[in-house]
């Protein structure tokens, strides 16, 4: 069980659409997670609301959201408030949502895709009274493992609890079989080399047999008959007939993959059970015109970070009729962008930088992103005489070549959303 961990509203925030650009093979299917799941729960897209806690699991953002599978809200612990479960492929992960940010909660940790040929997951949720318990279930066809296991989240102390767990699994040595759920092992068994050893105090006649006691004992609303339980434990469940099949439960997420791991990549799914291909409408993402002209960014989208847009470097300069060179010297990585009448000179991840040797300050430095240079969108535009303009509507950066006249005091940046110094999580 790890440590609750608590992540802010403010960092969660921007955190999001940065990450919109990192996450760019499954920009539409991230793009309908955070609307569909998170927006509407926390008021704003919350990637981070997933990563918290799979800091040691995943080296970023971006390597957690390409084994993601899905996410979903229910009250588990029947305390009134929604928890979020995501799925990825590590296992299923619970977090809490609450004023200040996301709270971890815990993990199952079980790897849903397996490494061996034919293989399927579910996961689903258990009513008892007003509890409702989180399930998972796996099969992989190739090894014959057979998993069910199901976990409480206490309201009071939000630890997570694995209260069933039906295992059975045909090795090289020969077959385990265990059936354990409420503190109790109802039935074990091993056999291997020539050898059997087995708890069986209540005289079962097989794991089945002990699985469907176990299952009347601690989830009762769960409901299987016997032909179709073991038909999954012994791994006879029909080509297509996967998913399960009980009576009680809410199946949230089925996943199935055939041959080496992701050779079927996990398709995301959803509470509305859209399918990936069905998502393939680009989000809104950030746009920039200079004059009237759209910029195109092939390799690296504009991201924004704490309110400020951030755009790939020799696009914007040479945009704006700016030479720009790239220099690394002893560790030290700058940029120098050059007009016939401004020089600008930046620092990777340093808040000056210089304008004809003027010193000025930045609220977010230059720096490096997938290995490409961003650089903030405004403070470059200003600095070679263009005026940068934040359309809210279409998040559009808006680029003029040369200043308008003052706005009047009812269009002033101040007065209203669409000034870049606003505040919103969109500003440029």
């Not at 399930?135 to 493992?145: D, L, Q, S």
């Not at 206490?154 to 409420?182: C, M, Q």
Request: charged fraction near 25%.
């Amino acid at each position: 069980m790890k440590m609750k961990k608590a992540v802010s509203a403010a960092i969660a925030g921007t955190m999001l659409l940065g990450t919109a650009a990192y996450a760019k093979d499954n920009i539409y299917a991230y793009n309908k997670f955070i609307s569909t799941i998170l927006g509407p729960q926390l008021g704003y897209c919350d990637f981070a609301a997933s990563f918290a806690g799979h800091e040691i699991d995943y080296a970023n953002v971006n390597n957690y959201f390409s084994g993601l599978i899905s996410a979903f809200y229910d009250d588990i612990d029947a305390d009134y408030d929604n928890e979020l479960i995501t799925v990825d492929t590590e296992g299923v992960s619970f977090y809490q949502v609450e004023e200040k940010g996301v709270v971890f909660l815990g993990s199952a940790n079980h790897e849903l895709i397996a490494n061996y040929g034919d293989s399927y997951a579910n996961v689903f949720t258990v009513p008892e009274g007003l509890k409702r318990y989180v399930g998972i279930e796996r099969y992989g066809k190739t090894a014959n493992t057979y998993d069910m296991n199901i976990y409480e989240l206490n309201p009071d102390t939000d630890e997570l609890s694995e209260v069933f767990d039906i295992h059975r699994e045909d090795n090289e040595d020969g077959v385990e079989e265990k059936v354990w759920a409420g503190g109790k092992t109802y039935y074990s068994k091993t056999v291997g080399g020539g050898v059997t050893t087995s708890m069986n105090a209540d005289g079962y006649t097989d794991i089945t047999d002990a699985a469907m006691q176990a299952m009347a004992d601690v989830v009762p609303n769960m409901e299987m008959t016997k032909s179709d339980l073991n038909a999954r434990i012994t791994g006879q469940t029909a080509e297509g007939q996967y998913k399960l099949n009980a009576t009680g439960i809410t199946e949230k997420t089925y996943i199935r993959a055939t041959g080496v791991r992701f050779a079927e990549k996990p398709i995301v799914m959803f509470e509305d059970n859209s399918k990936l291909e069905e998502l393939k409408v680009k989000p809104d993402i950030v746009t920039v015109t200079v004059d009237g002209n759209t910029l195109q960014f092939p390799l690296q989208d504009p991201i924004i970070i704490d309110g400020r847009t951030l755009v790939p470097m020799r696009t914007i300069f040479e945009a704006l009729g700016a030479d720009v060179q790239w220099i690394d010297e002893n560790g030290v990585k700058s940029i120098i962008a050059s007009t016939d009448s401004t020089t600008i000179n930046m620092t990777i991840d340093s808040d000056k930088f210089y304008v004809n040797g003027e010193e000025k300050i930045l609220d977010v430095p230059a720096q490096l992103i997938n290995d490409k240079t961003l650089v903030p969108i405004r403070a470059v535009s200003e600095s070679l005489g263009c005026s940068a303009d934040w359309d809210n509507e279409t998040k559009t950066v808006i680029i003029k070549s040369s200043i308008p006249a003052p706005e009047t005091e009812e269009t002033a940046p101040e007065t209203g959303e669409t000034a870049p110094e606003a505040g919103d999580a969109s500003n440029t």
